[in-house]
Each structure stands twice: as C-alpha cells, then as structure tokens.
C-alpha cells in the first residue's frame, strides 16, 4: 500500500507544478521508428524523456 500512496504523492506534485518532468522529444505513435532512433543516439536523452502520443 505504501507503493500507491507514494503515486499519488508524486503524482499530486506533478499536479501541483511542485515537481517537473524533463521532455527531450514528442513523437505521434506512427512515428516510434524516430523516436527509437533518437533514444538509441547517444546523449540525446540526457535531455529528457521522450514521448509518444497516440
């Protein structure tokens, strides 16, 4: 149970702004080729996370 009040913790602080999430890239799903790609390259993520959206 501790595991799901630590998510909504973080999660609330997401919310809130209190904490922030780092994204290097956006990529639509039909362009995961890209997005695999950028990943793979080194350094690249260093700058965030990458996402894709639906």
């Known amino acids: ?21 780092k994204i290097a890239a956006r990529f639509p799903l039909s362009e995961v080729a890209e997005a695999m790609e950028l990943a793979e390259s080194s350094g690249r993520t260093s700058l965030g996370k990458i996402i894709l959206t639906p």
């Open 1 to 21: 149970m501790a595991r799901a009040h630590d998510l909504t913790h973080i999660f609330g602080l997401l919310h809130d702004g209190g904490i922030t999430a």
